[in-house]
């Protein structure tokens, strides 16, 4: 319905614009290329142009079988292709195909919010990407962790140190947060009175009086350390055991000191308070923000929008 409806106002728009330019002249440009023809027929079959019935003609030689895979929701059809690359590579590998390779191949997605979890079901099967720079910044587990620990230095923010003792950053095993928490009067907690509390000698405290030491000791440099240097200090202990996964520490790391490079530039004398608050709003609207990173061969996972102009050997 929705094709339908959308061919109707394509339809619609051009009558209205030949009955308002009635000199104007309908030129179809036939030929095509970047696709084969076999390509070319399908789309037309499947969405016909709505101002021409003319076939597009395409300028390739080159002719290859269209396959269709069924799956019963959009991570089966990812898991489905890393298969398929897989066997690809395989090939290659024994001589089949010798120049086929990881990034030889494109997983092309609606949304950018469906590019993290294609890049996941791929790492997880052991495939390597190189579209670091599609991921967005708060959309990484982690990048919010390390928000949470600046949001508690520069005010002392009570939800964020609570739900700082469940990410795994923070050092602090699920069944010592739960039962600390569990322990506690929340009406009355706080950042000072968390520090203060005395330290435990008991094994199941540990995990507690390593972070609450940590932080204490960021909050301290905090008053004494310009932005940039503090984030560069908190950036390197917060991530240096961070187990590796689609995006390193030191690259979110070196995300956040990017963008408070661009709010310094506008605010010299930013203090760490407002460039939180900044980065708050930022995550809360869900803005875009890439990773920075350095370009890395591997399976290129992109947007049907970001691909425009880029040429690959096997898309799915």
């Avoid at 895979?69 to 489905?80: G, K, M, S, Y």
Wanted: glycine letters at 6%.
């Amino acid at each position: 319905m929705s094709y339908q409806f959308l061919f109707k106002s394509i339809n619609r728009n051009s009558e209205n614009f030949q009955k308002t330019f009635k000199g104007a002249k309908l030129i179809t440009l036939l030929d095509n290329y970047r696709s084969t023809q076999i390509i070319l027929d399908a789309s037309h079959l499947l969405l016909q142009s709505a101002m021409s019935d003319h076939k597009l003609v395409s300028n390739s030689k080159e002719s290859h079988p269209i396959k269709l895979v069924e799956a019963n929701n959009p991570e089966e059809e990812i898991i489905a292709a890393s298969l398929d690359i897989k066997e690809k590579i395989k090939k290659a590998e024994g001589g089949e195909r010798s120049r086929t390779s990881p990034s030889d191949c494109a997983i092309l997605v609606p949304k950018n919010a469906q590019v993290r979890r294609a890049i996941e079901i791929l790492h997880n099967a052991g495939l390597s990407t190189g579209v670091v720079e599609s991921l967005s910044l708060f959309d990484q587990d982690e990048a919010n962790a390390y928000l949470r620990v600046l949001k508690i230095i520069s005010g002392g923010d009570n939800v964020s140190l609570a739900l700082s003792f469940f990410d795994k950053t923070s050092g602090i095993g699920p069944m010592e947060a739960s039962r600390f928490i569990v322990g506690e009067y929340m009406r009355d907690f706080s950042f000072d009175k968390f520090l203060n509390k005395p330290v435990k000698l008991l094994p199941d405290g540990i995990g507690i009086d390593k972070w609450a030491a940590k932080l204490a000791k960021w909050k301290k440099k905090s008053e004494s350390q310009d932005i940039k240097t503090l984030l560069q200090t908190v950036g390197t202990e917060f991530f240096a055991k961070m187990e590796t996964g689609l995006v390193s520490g030191q690259e979110i790391s070196d995300t956040f000191l990017s963008l408070l490079d661009k709010e310094l530039e506008k605010k010299p004398n930013l203090t760490l308070s407002e460039f939180t608050i900044y980065l708050e709003k930022l995550a809360s609207f869900n803005e875009y923000i890439p990773i920075v990173a350095q370009p890395k061969d591997g399976i290129k996972v992109l947007t049907l929008h970001g691909s425009k102009g880029l040429e690959f050997d096997f898309v799915w």
